[in-house]
């Protein structure tokens, strides 16, 4: 009776250990299940995280084209300028000689004037030819300074986009150091969600095989209570009855 009941508390602390072990098991279970939805969330986010780079560099790419365009409209804004400044000067010479012819036919006039009354009327003829030579002169000066003002105000645009071009393309510069920043992170947690994603394998692997060692100590449990039960029903049989043995 005695072997039979330490049997019988073997065969319960066998039982009693399965189910701790079992429990052990579907805590290592859960634990891996837990792991391995972190270690997809983390690979969603590393996907997203690439993705955003992905767009932050073509958005630097963009960038970078709209500076260099830009950049195209500034040089072509600044050789008008100076084609204007050219036409400016050519006017602006133009105008001096038409002053000088002007101031040749006033002197002419002044000449013939004093030669004779005779030729009078035709020195107030060249007189008036002289003023109206010389009110074109003026038109013709003023324009020549229009020109040079609207060339000055031209060139200064062209500085102001060649500028504007110009920070445009250190903005674009930086866009693209930013995307490349986002793109290596992208990358470093991708790598991260992998090796968690492995981790989360192996503590799965763990668990499966604690779940079978579990299912060992189980039978092992079962063939211990039947040895103990065995026992029970073939004890009182060996005992012998009272008084077998008198004196």
């Not at 066998?14 to 805590?27: G, N, S, T």
């Not at 290592?28 to 997203?48: H, I, T, Y």
């Not at 932050?56 to 960038?63: E, G, I, M, S, T």
């Not at 036919?105 to 060249?126: N, T, W």
Request: hydrophobic share 65%; glycine share 4%; charged share 30%.
């Amino acid at each position: 009776m005695d072997v039979a009941k330490v049997v019988l508390d073997v065969a319960k602390v066998v039982l009693d250990v399965r189910k701790v072990v079992l429990d052990v098991a579907k805590v290592v279970l859960d634990v891996g299940k837990v792991v391995l939805d972190v270690a997809k969330v983390v690979l969603d986010v590393g996907k997203v995280v690439l993705d955003v780079a992905k767009v932050v560099l073509d958005v630097a790419k963009v960038v970078l084209d709209v500076a260099k365009v830009v950049l195209d409209v500034a040089k072509v804004v600044l050789d008008v300028a100076k084609v204007v400044l050219d036409v400016a000067k050519v006017v602006l010479d133009v105008a001096k000689v038409v002053l000088d012819v002007a101031t040749v036919v006033l002197d002419v006039a002044k000449v013939v004037l004093d030669v004779g009354k005779v030729v009078l009327d035709v020195a107030k003829v060249v007189l008036d030819v002289a003023k109206v030579v010389l009110d074109v002169a003026k038109v013709v000066l003023d324009v020549g300074k229009v020109v040079l003002d609207v060339a000055k105000v031209v060139l200064d645009v062209a500085k102001v986009v060649l500028d504007v071009a110009k920070v445009v393309l250190d903005v674009g510069k930086v866009v693209l150091d930013v995307a490349k920043v986002v793109l290596d992170g992208a990358k470093v947690v991708l790598d991260v969600a992998k090796v968690v994603l492995d981790v989360a394998k192996v503590v799965l692997d763990v668990a499966k095989v604690v779940l079978d060692v579990g299912k060992v100590v189980l039978d092992v449990a079962k063939v211990v209570l039947d040895v103990a039960k065995v026992v029970l029903d073939v004890g009182p049989g060996m005992v012998p009855p009272e008084g077998a043995f008198p004196g």
